[in-house]
């Protein structure tokens, strides 16, 4: 039996030194590797901006708007109209030294172009006058008159049926005097009424007179238009009156005539 154990146990000696000597040496191995390439940094916002991001309130990001480059040449890519060379025109407009246009140190000259201001649109403003001071001795802010019609009213500021009781009530939202004056009154059933209005024709004169003078208008648009539609109040440049009522039986419409300043 001694010689057999013997047989047995250098065997399994070898196999426990072997199996000793293989951990080890697993234990002793390395990687290496190369980064990728296409390998991104943190998109962290702290890791990005060097702060915390701030729910509700300001931010760094919010600050970083890219400066815009211009200068010297006409090659800067800021805007459409530095990309695009109008033939003869910036180069006409600015001479800088050392080429290009732009601006740039050194004296600058500005050069005429032939026509130029002709081709610029006229801009205006629309014409306001409120009604503030403009009442007369008995109240009213003026006289309208439609001689085709044998209209002859005073207005009153405010378009209410107390103004429109008394003749024709100026809508407060619109000028008194310059601009788009604008004034309702009845159709009918009441003492003033002016439903005949939708029998003007284009060319009918209206006069206006306030304690800023007398303007007279000739009539230039007779419509029927929406009860809602409020378009034809807004200010405009030129001196004109627009006159609305309703449209008999038929409650949704509106007559709606505008006149502009002759003369």
Not at 20 to 49: I, L
Not at 220 to 238: E, F, G, H, N, P
Request: hydrophobic share 35%; charged share 15%; net charge negative.
């Amino acid at each position: 039996m001694k010689p057999m154990r013997r047989a047995l146990s250098v065997p399994l000696l070898a196999l426990l030194l072997f199996s000793m000597s293989t951990g080890a040496s697993a234990s002793d191995y390395t990687f290496t590797t190369q980064a990728p390439s296409d390998y991104y940094s943190s998109s962290s916002y702290e890791d990005v901006y060097g702060s915390q991001y701030n729910f509700g309130g300001p931010n760094v990001v919010d600050y970083q708007i890219p400066e815009l480059e211009f200068g010297t040449l006409s090659t800067t890519q800021t805007g459409i109209m530095e990309k695009i060379r109008l033939p003869g025109l910036q180069d006409a407009v600015v001479t800088v030294p050392g080429g290009g246009y732009g601006l740039g140190t050194g004296p600058v000259e500005i050069a005429d172009i032939p026509g130029l201001e002709d081709n610029f649109p006229t801009i205006t403003q629309p014409a306001y006058t409120s009604a503030d001071g403009m009442k007369r001795s008995d109240g009213s802010i003026g006289t309208l008159k439609i001689p085709s019609l044998g209209i002859n009213m005073k207005v009153w500021e405010g378009e209410s049926n107390t103004s429109m009781r008394k003749g024709l009530g100026h809508y407060s939202s619109t000028s008194a005097w310059d601009g788009n004056a604008a004034f309702c009154g009845h159709n009918r059933g009441a003492r003033y009424v002016i439903g005949d209005i939708k029998d003007l024709e284009i060319g009918d004169t209206i006069t206006y007179t306030t304690v800023y003078g007398t303007r007279t208008y000739a009539v230039s648009m007779v419509r029927t238009i929406s009860s809602t539609d409020w378009s034809y109040l807004q200010a405009t440049a030129d001196n004109r009156v627009t006159l609305t009522t309703c449209l008999a039986n038929h409650p949704e419409k509106r007559i709606c005539v505008q006149a502009v300043e002759v003369g």
